[in-house]
């Protein structure tokens, strides 16, 4: 029994690898562009355990069954090097809803669209045919016509 009064033995399962056997094993970071994108439906290849990065549950613990559908939340960075995915998996029995995934953990289930490069297309085709392309070209440097 530890001096707080917790046995070690009751939270870690001896069978967990404690390391992440996927960056183990590469050198340098991830692609400079992203795979997926925000708001984006992916699937889940790989289940997902507690490594030890989730405090309430025991290291081991399933997070997040494989095969379960979710969207991309946000983008982020771990070390600056390795690139994870925040998902927000919905409906699916699990400890929690949102899960942090690398890139090789998920599998697209939609082609990504950008709905900001969308809509700055679509102005830019109405302001060209509603004002012309002087306007467009003027605006954008500040100049008035």
């Known amino acids: 029994m530890a001096a707080s009064g917790i046995d070690h033995k009751s939270i870690v399962n001896p069978n967990t690898i404690l390391h992440d056997s996927v960056t183990a094993t590469r050198s340098g970071k991830d692609e400079d562009t992203a795979k997926f994108g925000i708001g984006q439906k992916v699937k889940l290849i790989k289940e997902i355990v507690n490594d030890g990065t989730y405090?309430?549950?025991?290291?081991?613990?399933?997070?997040?069954?494989?095969?379960?559908?979710?969207?991309?939340?946000?983008?982020?960075?771990?070390?600056?090097?390795?690139?994870v995915y925040e998902v927000h998996f919905?409906?699916?029995?699990?400890?929690?809803?949102?899960?942090?995934?690398?890139?090789n953990e998920l599998e697209a289930m939609e082609d990504y669209r950008d709905e900001v490069d969308e809509e700055l297309e679509f102005m830019r085709k109405h302001r060209e045919k509603y004002y012309g392309k002087e306007w467009y070209f003027n605006t954008k440097s500040n100049e008035r016509v």
Do not use: N, W
């Not at 405090?55 to 690139?83: C, D, N």
């Not at 919905?90 to 890139?103: S, Y």
């Open 55 to 83: 405090p309430h549950a025991p290291i081991g613990t399933l997070m997040m069954p494989a095969g379960s559908i979710g969207y991309i939340k946000s983008i982020g960075e771990f070390l600056q090097v390795i690139r």
């Open 90 to 103: 919905l409906g699916v029995d699990a400890p929690v809803e949102v899960v942090g995934c690398r890139e």
